[in-house]
């Protein structure tokens, strides 16, 4: 089914927008365009204008066209496929493009730095073959470091990886991951909010990990620096209730403050293997995976 205005407001709204998300569950998209183009928001919000523009400059089918050539789709809440965690945020997606298979199953998030020390690099691989000899899927979000090497050892273990991505599905960032997207299609898929040629930005990243924290049982943090992105991920997956954990390193690495942060401030657990996690992720899988590939309306 073609959502025409749910995919133009996708278009010209910039994800993670909570005033925005609030008014389209209030509104609809139909009447929301309405008041945009109307001008009923230009005292209320700075984007307003900006916004505007956008809807009066695009155009359904063309958006549309642009998803299809880049082989991806257009998903949202109505859609049988539609991750109905993501519901549970504050300021949910008001859709999302799919590149590859269906989102659906058990799914834990590996997540840490983009500069991992060997040992670093090692853990995320041997946590993400472990979680997917067990039939979980891994999700991260396609970045340099901890992420890279989640997504490979999933990918080794012939299991299923989910990349959400800062950028449209068509802009291979970084672009040294090229190959590692294509092999993540083969089985899993890259997930975006944004068109598929849209550039990455570094706000894109913070709004994204909502979206990795949201759609999984719980979040590892494998090195993070004491002040990480990384971090962020693991409050946005506390604050929905989600299970946070940490692997400890050295003492003497920073590249282990974040994770040693997170467990001295008790906001995540110690886990130090699979199985460790998994003790506390299962009494939570029927609870999530209830709500993924759920129609939601």
Not at 22 to 50: M, N, P, T, V
Not at 205 to 232: D, P
Request: aromatic content about 6%; glycine content about 8%.
């Amino acid at each position: 089914m073609i959502d025409r205005d749910k995919v133009v407001l996708f278009n010209a709204i910039e994800g993670g927008s909570k005033f925005w998300c609030e008014e389209l569950i209030r509104l609809g998209a139909s009447e929301l365009i309405e008041r945009i183009l109307a001008d009923f928001y230009l005292d209320q919000r700075k984007s307003a204008e900006r916004i505007k523009n956008k809807i009066l400059n695009s155009n359904s089918d063309e958006l549309y066209e642009q998803i299809s050539n880049s082989g991806s789709r257009f998903i949202t809440k109505e859609s049988s496929e539609w991750p109905g965690a993501l519901n549970d945020l504050a300021a949910p997606p008001i859709g999302l493009i799919v590149k590859g298979n269906e989102i659906e199953g058990n799914a834990v998030a590996i997540v840490g730095t983009r500069n991992p020390t060997i040992y670093g690099a090692k853990i995320a691989s041997q946590f993400a073959a472990g979680f997917s000899d067990r039939d979980w899927r891994v999700v991260s979000g396609g970045a340099y470091g901890i992420d890279t090497h989640a997504h490979r050892g999933a990918i080794a273990a012939e299991g299923k990886t989910f990349a959400v991505l800062a950028s449209g599905v068509s802009i291979n960032y970084p672009a040294g991951n090229e190959r590692l997207f294509a092999e993540i299609c083969e089985t899993g898929a890259l997930i975006s909010e944004v068109m598929p040629n849209e550039k990455a930005r570094q706000d894109r990243f913070l709004t994204r990990n909502r979206i990795i924290a949201a759609m999984t049982q719980g979040t590892i943090v494998v090195e993070a620096a004491f002040r990480s992105g990384s971090l962020r991920t693991a409050r946005d997956a506390a604050e929905l209730m989600r299970i946070v954990m940490a692997v400890p390193g050295p003492i003497s690495s920073p590249t282990s403050d974040g994770c040693h942060r997170l467990i001295g401030e008790r906001c995540a657990e110690i886990v130090t293997s699979v199985s460790d996690a998994l003790e506390l992720l299962m009494p939570l899988a029927p609870l999530i995976t209830s709500t993924l590939g759920a129609d939601v309306t």
